[in-house]
């Protein structure tokens, strides 16, 4: 079963840089005071992620340094990417902000005529198996066709990260077959699965765009814009 549709933020949550509300998961943009939490959890994950990041979970303090500055306005948020944290509902102290658990993305957002993204996402070591990035993988998709519009959304993920795996297939996600030699991890170019999930499909269908897309991209002239 699908979580609840998240919700967007009320203005309180919006000062706190918050961008969607799940069921168990808050995204929201980092500030920079959160880098010293962000790098003490990518230190932390460093063996956890390693098989699964491309050199990140390896990377040197300066690299890590950098890694945070993408996470930062006005870097992730844009017109082709939207990157953020995520956090988590758990605490009673944490605020609207919540416990920095993570990370989740939507990258190489095209316009029409595809209207697609690819996802990305990880959570550090110790909160996995808890239905956290289940909750916060919905709430981005529903950020991806509700909000920006898209019809389709790709997870390319390798096919040894079983955990990966089942988050994609318990959203609806469709397994498309594997892409050779996709991404270079450590030295090494891997072959990953394609999951996939369409506007058509997603929350029976509710928010699929298929019939505006025409109105939304034609210019005055009539002709379709690229």
């Known amino acids: 079963m699908l979580p609840a549709p998240s919700r967007k933020p009320t203005a309180s949550e919006c000062a706190a840089g918050v961008v ?67 956090c988590a509902r758990d605490a009673d102290d944490a605020g609207p902000a919540g416990r920095m658990v993570g990370v989740v993305s939507l990258s190489n957002i095209s316009e029409w005529p595809q209207l697609a993204a690819n996802t990305g996402y990880w959570l550090c070591a110790g909160e996995t198996g808890k ?16 909000e920006r519009k898209l019809h389709r959304v790709v997870a390319n993920i390798l096919p040894a990260n079983r955990r990966s795996h089942a ?6 996600f469709t397994n498309e077959g594997v892409a050779r030699g996709l991404v270079e991890i450590n030295g090494e170019w891997r072959d990953h699965a394609v999951w996939s999930i369409l506007s058509t499909e997603w929350r029976g269908g ?17 002709q379709p814009r690229g």
């Open 167 to 172: 988050v994609a297939e318990a959203l609806g």
């Open 20 to 86: 969607r509300v799940g069921e168990r998961t808050v995204l929201r943009f980092a500030r920079d005071d959160d880098a010293r939490v962000f790098l003490e959890l990518l230190e932390r994950s460093r063996d956890h992620l390693a098989p699964w990041m491309p050199r990140s979970a390896r990377a040197s303090e300066p690299t890590l340094a950098r890694k945070f500055a993408r996470m930062l306005l006005p870097e992730c948020d844009t017109p082709t990417k939207l990157r953020v944290l995520v």
């Open 206 to 222: 509710k928010l699929d765009r298929t019939g505006t897309v025409g109105a939304r991209r034609t210019a005055s002239t009539g």
């Open 131 to 146: 239905g956290l990035m289940r909750d916060a993988l919905a709430a981005m998709v529903d950020i991806a066709f509700e």
